[in-house]
C-alpha cells in the first residue's frame, strides 16, 4: 500500500516525509483492506501561529471512507493528531464489522423454533371433605386453617358451599342456585 503525499503551499523535507510515512504506515498494518490513502499537507497564513499547518488524510477501503483533518504549528504534530483521530476511526469501524458479523453468526446459528402441540392447561386436583356446617363454624373453620377458601355442605340444603376470604380480612359466601 502507497501513501500518495501531496503538499500545498508549503516545502516538505526528507525527515518529515519519512516521519508521516512510518506514523500513517502504522495505520495501514492496522487496517489492510485500505485500497487508496491520501495525504494532503498545506500551509496557511493565519492570525494563530497554532492553527498554521493543515494535515489532511483520507482513506478508502473497500466499504469506508476515513477522513482526518487537523491543524497544527507543524507537520509533525498535525500527523500525530491526525493519526490519533484516524485510530478512532478505525477502532469504531472494527467494532461495527465485529458487530455484524457477530449478528449475522447468530443468526445463521439459530434454529427454527419448532412449534411444540398444544398443551392441555394445567389444572391442579385436590379431593376435600365437603362436611355439613353453619356458616358461623365455616369462619370458625378457614381462620383456623389459614387457607383462602373452604368448600362445606350447607345444614339445611345439603349443597357445596363455598366460603373465600379477602386479602382485606372479609369473607364471600357463594351458595348454588338450583336451576
Same mark, same amino acid.
Given at each position: 500500500?502507497?501513501?500518495? +503525499?501531496? #503538499? ?7 525527515? #518529515?516525509? !519519512? ?7 502504522? +495505520? %495501514?498494518?492496522?487496517?489492510? &483492506?485500505? !485500497? ?7 500551509? $496557511? &497564513?493565519?492570525? !494563530?501561529?497554532?492553527?498554521?499547518? +493543515? ?5 478508502? %477501503? ?18 500525530? =493528531? ?15 464489522? $465485529? ?7 447468530? +443468526?445463521?446459528? !439459530? &434454529? ?14 385436590? &379431593? =376435600? ?17 389459614? /387457607? ?8 339445611? %340444603? ?13 369473607? /364471600?359466601?357463594? $351458595?348454588?342456585?338450583?336451576?
Amino acid at each position: 500500500m502507497e501513501i500518495q +503525499i501531496t #503538499t500545498k503551499n508549503c516545502r516538505l523535507d526528507n525527515r #518529515t516525509r !519519512s516521519y508521516i510515512q512510518r506514523k500513517m504506515g502504522r +495505520i %495501514t498494518r492496522m487496517l489492510p &483492506q485500505i !485500497s487508496e490513502f491520501k495525504i494532503e499537507l498545506d500551509e $496557511e &497564513q493565519t492570525r !494563530s501561529q497554532a492553527d498554521h499547518f +493543515i494535515l489532511k488524510a483520507t482513506l478508502h %477501503t473497500g466499504t469506508d471512507v476515513l477522513y482526518a483533518e487537523e491543524r497544527a504549528e507543524n507537520l509533525l504534530t498535525a500527523a500525530d =493528531q491526525a493519526v490519533k483521530v484516524l485510530n478512532q476511526q478505525i477502532d469504531h469501524a472494527k467494532g461495527k464489522m $465485529e458487530e455484524k458479523v457477530r449478528n449475522r453468526e447468530s +443468526i445463521r446459528l !439459530s &434454529q427454527p423454533k419448532v412449534s411444540s402441540p398444544p398443551r392441555e392447561p394445567l389444572i391442579r386436583k385436590r &379431593q =376435600q371433605e365437603a362436611k355439613p356446617m353453619t356458616v358461623e363454624e365455616a369462619v370458625n373453620q378457614l381462620n383456623l386453617s389459614g /387457607e383462602e377458601y373452604l368448600l362445606f355442605l350447607g345444614p339445611d %340444603t345439603k349443597r357445596v358451599n363455598l366460603l373465600r376470604r379477602f386479602a382485606d380480612g372479609k369473607f /364471600e359466601l357463594v $351458595e348454588p342456585v338450583p336451576e
